[in-house]
C-alpha cells in the first residue's frame, strides 16, 4: 500500500502505538481470526485496499 512515515508520534500520556508491518494476505487473516479488537481498524484496511485496486 506505500505506506511511509511523515511524522513522528504525537500520543496523549495514556495513548499507546505498536506499529506492525503485515503482507495484504496476513492483514486479511487477522482479520478473519479475529486479530483486530476495533472494528474502525478493519474498516481502515477495507477502505484502504478498495482505494488500491
Known sequence: ??????????????EFL???KHTADEIEELIRNGGF????HIMAWLLADRKGK
Open 1 to 14: 500500500m506505500n505506506c511511509r512515515r511523515f511524522s513522528e508520534q504525537e500520543l496523549d500520556e495514556t
Open 18 to 20: 505498536n506499529v506492525e
Open 37 to 40: 479488537q476495533q472494528s474502525v
